[in-house]
């Protein structure tokens, strides 16, 4: 048995240590990249809001985001799977899952995120969110809204921060009549696409 911390006191330490390592390296492969508090805070009145039950993050890092989503989905009574294709992220985040006491609700997977979402089952997501490489996005579209159930929720990260970047993508989003999308200023851009809930 480990013994397990409050979610809050190890986000806390995430955040901590997020900043200053990404402040320290110069290499990109060895920075958390954490999403802001304040996003972590929306992402978690998104879950709760919409009752997000079945829930797929794409970009793990050190799993901090997750954190916030596995809070969440506690209250849904849901389930987070998140993806991460480096070994050492993957591993640090398993060790704060279960430092955090959420690793019942978080399947961790250690892979290709192309790949999960190849195998996922259509109209099986209720909120995905979106937070790895951005230059694959718009291959990774069909295959998105493939998975979205209807009324369901992407949120992609970095929509403000890397905005010419992430532009091909929104524009295929928002070129689709099945979703409804907007633009929110919280932390580094979060861009959100729902999909009608009748099709
Ligand atoms: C911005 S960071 C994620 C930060 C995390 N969501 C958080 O806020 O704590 C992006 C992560 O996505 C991972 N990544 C990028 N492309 C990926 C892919 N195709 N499959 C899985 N992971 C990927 C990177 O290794 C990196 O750790």
């Not at 009324?151 to 295929?172: C, I, K, Q, R, W």
Request: charged share 25%; net charge negative; hydrophobic share 45%.
């Amino acid at each position: 048995m480990h013994e397990t911390r409050p979610v809050s006191a190890v986000k806390a330490e995430l955040e901590a240590f997020g900043a200053a390592n990404d402040r320290a390296v110069s290499d990109g492969r060895e920075r958390m990249l954490n999403i802001t508090p304040d996003t972590g805070e929306f992402l978690g009145v998104l879950v709760r809001a919409t009752g997000a039950r079945r829930i797929l993050e794409v970009g793990t890092s050190n799993g901090y985001s997750t954190l916030w989503l596995a809070e969440a989905a506690m209250a849904t009574g849901g389930q987070v799977t998140t993806v991460e294709w480096a070994t050492d992220k993957w591993v640090k985040a398993g060790e704060n899952f279960a430092a955090a006491g959420v690793d019942g609700v978080v399947e961790s997977l250690h892979a290709d995120a192309e790949k999960v979402l190849e195998r996922q089952e259509e109209a099986s997501l209720d909120l995905i969110f979106l937070d790895a490489d951005r230059g694959r996005y718009p291959d990774w579209w069909p295959m998105l809204r493939r998975v979205l159930c209807p009324g369901g929720l992407l949120v992609m990260d970095n929509a403000t921060s890397h905005a010419e970047e992430v532009a091909p993508f929104l524009d295929l989003v928002e070129d689709d009549p099945a979703f409804s999308t907007s633009l929110v200023p919280v932390g580094k851009g979060e861009f959100l696409a729902t999909r009608a809930a009748s099709p």
